[in-house]
């Protein structure tokens, strides 16, 4: 089982005025990944505790035999691009396999609990491509899949640079010490940012995309990113989750059509049309982390499939 990471660009509606609550914009990416070999076993066992467990709860929920799991990934686990519902997905699908129980990704999600507040990863891991899906209704998050609204191939001379600092992050902190629920009660934007941002998506960014004006999207996407951070500001260091990432994306934004934050950090990446820009800005990226601590940059490409079965 191979199954992509992704990029989260930001939510269309943190409120809930209109009875749906977030919406989620974002990419599907080739690199990094993660894969999960699966066999028939006894009991179950994994090299990673956290797959262990999500296949203990569902070997009890489905009263299979037992699996053993062999999980490597190339996700940073609270990266911001999607690391624990993607491997929380990719579990789920593996034991289904294995047994031929012929669930769905929206089975899994909604035994496991993960890919409902926002189904970015879930469509990621099911269709790919650049995604935007509608929320959840009020008095129904963890109970339903929200809907997938659109869907676009993204273009193949479309490279993402995506830049992963290693520098400790109190927004990271606080997923850690399982705040985040509470900070995603508390959040909200009012009706007018929301509204200004569903224009935004509706009127600029997609028919960018459709058109493949990457410099028109880019530019649309960027504002999109950096009017959320200005929401999440006070949970955050700032418009972006720390110094750092925000002194990349200002030196991104010189180089690239776009310039955003994933999630709540400490990823960040920048889009630019051909191999060789991007690995130009791959360079220069990897020189600025060298001089902050260290971490990991990848170049590659969107990813216009889900996961993917191999025997």
């Known amino acids: 089982m191979i199954s992509p990471s992704h990029l989260h660009a930001g939510n269309l509606d943190l409120d809930g005025g209109l009875g749906r609550r977030y919406g989620t914009v974002g990419f599907t990416l080739e690199e990094p990944r993660l894969e999960v070999r699966a066999e028939e076993d006894e009991g179950v066992s994994s090299n990673l505790p956290e797959a262990e467990r999500v296949a203990s709860l569902l070997v009890r929920r489905w009263g299979t035999g037992g699996i053993r799991l062999q999980v490597r990934s190339g996700i940073i686990p609270y990266s911001g691009m999607g690391y624990h519902t993607t ?17 769905s990704l929206e089975e899994v999600a909604l035994t496991v609990k993960r890919g409902l507040l926002t189904a970015l990863g879930l469509y990621a891991c099911k269709v790919g491509g650049f995604l935007v899906e509608g929320g959840f209704r009020l008095g129904r998050e963890d109970r339903m899949v929200p809907p997938l609204l659109f869907r676009f191939e993204l273009p193949g001379e479309w490279r993402f640079v995506v830049v992963v600092p290693r520098e400790p992050l109190p927004a990271i902190a606080r997923k850690r010490e399982g705040k985040e629920d509470r900070i995603l009660g508390e959040v909200g934007m009012g009706k007018g940012v929301s509204e200004d941002l569903c224009r935004l998506v509706l009127l600029r960014l997609l028919p960018a995309l459709v058109e493949r004006e990457l410099e028109e999207f880019g530019r649309a996407l960027t504002e999109f990113n950096r009017r959320l951070g200005e929401v999440w500001g006070r949970y955050q260091a700032g418009t972006y989750c720390s110094p750092v990432v925000e002194e990349g994306i200002r030196r991104m934004e010189e180089k690239a059509s776009c310039a955003c934050q994933s999630s709540w950090g400490p990823a960040f990446y920048g889009i630019v049309e051909g191999r060789k820009r991007a690995e130009e800005l791959a360079g220069e990226m990897r020189s600025f982390l060298e001089e902050r601590g260290g971490g990991e940059v990848y170049l590659t490409r969107g990813r216009n499939r889900g996961m993917e079965v191999r025997g």
């Not at 491997?87 to 669930?103: D, T």
């Open 87 to 103: 491997l929380a997905l990719s579990v789920g699908m593996a034991l289904s396999e294995l047994y031929g129980l012929g669930k």
